[in-house]
């Protein structure tokens, strides 16, 4: 079994969509990673921080789906992480109304030792400088380091944040994050800019319309499914690394080709998360409901054209 280890925020999230709001639910970008990737035949490690108010229950939720949850510290007296958001009528788009580092302002991060070999790192949403730690203390090279990131690191972090992006092998970026790094508003200019700063690989995520992965000058492109509903966008980009991820690391084939099966299985994952509040699908979640969609998945994308 490939061995996956993740970084990223574990989370209070407060959310308010068009359809309603909630007050403290579970999340937190390697929350979302880590039930994204429990769909796969793999060995996960999430690494992270929380603070004495988290409730047991969610760790014991992680710890159920096979994570291992030994190298996410509690922080004696401390708050966990939270996040607040507005969706804004279309979905596509929403405002950060509040995010409170708390117990992740002092964090460092400890690599359990038997994770110090994994064949995938997933540097999830967090501070720059802890993603670059947790590379550092690896022991073997990885044969992939996945970085995620958003533009609230861009803002308070950028120095850090370009430090460790020239260490990553893929980077997974939503298009607006992809043009405020790059001052590019194309896409393909962007995703060229990025190339340039470190990643081999670079992932567009561009929400309801699916998401783009480019290497030097071969292009790929993923739907997304499209949906009669959707209820709540968040954790739908860490959900979709998660299955990237996910998907590597149990296959651990990190070819280009195989890279486009990853970024399905990323889009159909994410599919799912956004159907519910926060985490609410992604918890109960069944093999053969993901297997299912996946071939819906197959024939919205497969044709046959001729070609002269
Ligand atoms: P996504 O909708 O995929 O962008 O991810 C939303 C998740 O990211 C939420 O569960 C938040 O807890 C988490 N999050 C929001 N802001 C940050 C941040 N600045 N750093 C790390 N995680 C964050």
Known sequence: MGKLLIVGTVAFDAIETPF???????????????????????DAAIVSVVGEDFPKEYLDLLEEKNIDISAIEIVKGGKTFYWKGKYHNDLNSRDTLATELNVLADFSPVVPENYKNSEVVMLGNLHP??????????????????????????????????DVIKHVDVITINDEEARQLTNEYSLVKAAAAIH???????????????????????????????????????GAGDTFAGGFAGYLAETKNVSFNNMKSAIIHGSNLASFCVEKFGTERMKGLERKEVTKRLMQFKELTQFDIELQ
């Open 20 to 42: 309603g709001k909630t007050d403290k639910i579970l999340g937190g970008a390697a929350t979302f990673i880590g039930l994204a990737a429990s769909q796969f035949d793999v």
């Open 129 to 162: 400088s802890v993603q670059k730690s947790v590379i550092e203390q690896m022991e073997t090279k990885p044969k992939l380091i996945v970085l995620d990131t958003m533009n609230f690191w861009m803002d308070h972090a950028l120095d850090e944040l370009l």
């Open 196 to 234: 340039k700063l470190g990643p081999q690989y670079v992932v567009i995520k561009k929400g309801e319309h699916g998401a783009l992965l480019f290497r030097d000058d071969n292009v790929f492109f993923a739907p997304a499914l499209p949906l009669e509903e959707v209820f709540d966008p968040t």
